[in-house]
């Protein structure tokens, strides 16, 4: 029976089955129409939250996971925009396309806010296709800026990204030009109430350097960045380079073996090799293709240890367990794994639609006993967002 759960679902089942819940309130269409001058509580409209929760490793690999696991972030949707903030209180709010709207953004804008009292801001604008010259920016019909593109979009940061973002918070409209040609027209709606949701939980409600809920306050009163926590908590983990090449082959009795671990009668998956890779003298990392479809294939990931030709398999063992079987007693499995030999990072990447402008997105790095969630993202809506909120972040 196959194993595969398509990641969109992952959204909206119940969490029993998924290890992903969604809390789903109203939206509202209130919008704000200035900031604050004085610390006094925001005013939100309700959004659409879409909560991550840590689920219990399987138990094959509980006995090697951490006591402690990490926290996930997430994500809230008010009207046109995604917000979120990490474990460490780094913040990002995205546009979003408005519902009734189906041709993409040509540009979108990204907005982010480090955690702490020096917690840097910037706003960029990325582009699908290249972008050359000056750019016009304009807030209800009004210039607010002019930037020269680069290869990868336009950027702001520190006080020009500050002004730029409040300018943006407090309008109805606005539109990026070249000359009398309209590039992009990104919806401002629900921007002001995500903006004052990073400057809640970064603590920076009535201070100076706020995004939008400004006021006298001292920016260096701001809460300090939290300690990471989890299995990554003390520090990225390392890569265990291995100078030589990864084993070519599996005997057919060590394949037998890995196959019979993994639990995966899938379809689909045929086309995909499994693959092979060294992680550090003693380990090798066994990715087996579980299932596919259209644009997700999910891997069953094992370590194997001993020697070519007489290695034993286990259940590759993390911090935070990836994907979702269905089955608790199940291996864990990762969708679109990517092993990036470089910089020792296993990645996943859960595509919602072919589109890939929602799903869900980790990152892991090899200890030398387990892999240890280093970064994760997720956009719980399809609504051409091609970068997402981080929601969690080793530091």
């Given at each position: 029976m196959a194993r595969f759960v398509p990641v969109f679902a992952r959204f909206i089942v119940c969490a029993g089955l998924s290890g992903l819940s969604v809390a789903l309130a109203h939206a509202s269409a209130a919008r704000q129409d200035g900031a604050p001058a004085t610390p006094t509580p925001p005013v939100l409209p309700d959004p659409i939250v879409y909560s991550v929760q840590t689920p219990p490793p399987p138990p094959s690999s509980r006995a090697a996971s951490s006591s402690r696991l990490p926290a996930m972030g997430r994500v809230q949707i008010f009207e046109n925009w995604a917000v979120a903030c990490d474990n460490r209180m780094s913040c990002s709010a995205v546009a979003l396309l408005p519902e009734e709207t189906t041709d993409p953004y040509p540009i979108l804008p990204l907005i982010r806010r480090d955690g702490g009292p020096d917690g840097a801001v910037s706003i960029s604008f990325l582009t699908a296709d290249p972008l050359r010259g000056k750019v016009a920016f304009m807030t209800d019909n009004r210039r607010i800026a002019e930037l020269k593109a680069r290869q990868d979009g336009l950027a702001l940061s520190g006080m020009a990204a500050l002004d730029m973002i409040r300018t943006m918070g407090r309008g109805f409209s606005f539109e990026l030009r070249q000359g009398k040609s309209i590039l992009a027209q990104p919806s401002l709606a629900g921007l002001s109430a995500a903006l004052r949701v990073i400057d809640q939980q970064q603590g920076r409600i009535g201070l100076r350097d706020a995004l939008v809920a400004t006021g006298d306050g001292d920016p260096a009163t701001v809460k300090a960045v939290p300690v990471p926590d989890g299995a990554?908590?003390?520090?990225?983990?390392?890569?265990?380079?291995?100078?030589?090449?990864?084993?070519?082959?599996?005997?057919?009795?060590?394949?037998?073996?890995?196959?019979?671990?993994?639990?995966?009668?899938?379809?689909?998956?045929?086309?995909?090799?499994?693959?092979?890779?060294v992680l550090d003298a003693t380990h090798i990392l066994a990715l087996l293709p579980c299932d596919a479809g259209a644009y997700n294939v999910s891997f069953v990931p094992l370590v194997g240890t001993g020697s070519a030709g007489s290695r034993s398999f286990a259940v590759a063992p993390f911090d935070f367990v990836p994907g979702d079987s269905g089955d608790r007693d199940a291996p864990p499995i990762i969708i679109n794994a990517r092993w990036n030999a470089r910089l020792g990072i296993l990645s996943g990447f859960a595509k919602g639609r072919g589109l890939g402008d929602c799903g869900t997105s980790e990152d892991y790095g090899w200890d030398g006993a387990r892999f240890r969630l280093r970064e994760a993202s997720a956009m719980p809506v399809c609504r051409g967002a091609w970068e997402w909120p981080r929601i969690y972040s080793a530091g």
């Open positions: 990554g908590a003390s520090q990225a983990p390392a890569h265990l380079a291995h100078t030589g090449h990864g084993p070519a082959s599996l005997t057919a009795s060590e394949e037998a073996a890995a196959r019979k671990l993994a639990l995966c009668e899938g379809s689909g998956s045929s086309a995909y090799p499994l693959e092979l890779h």
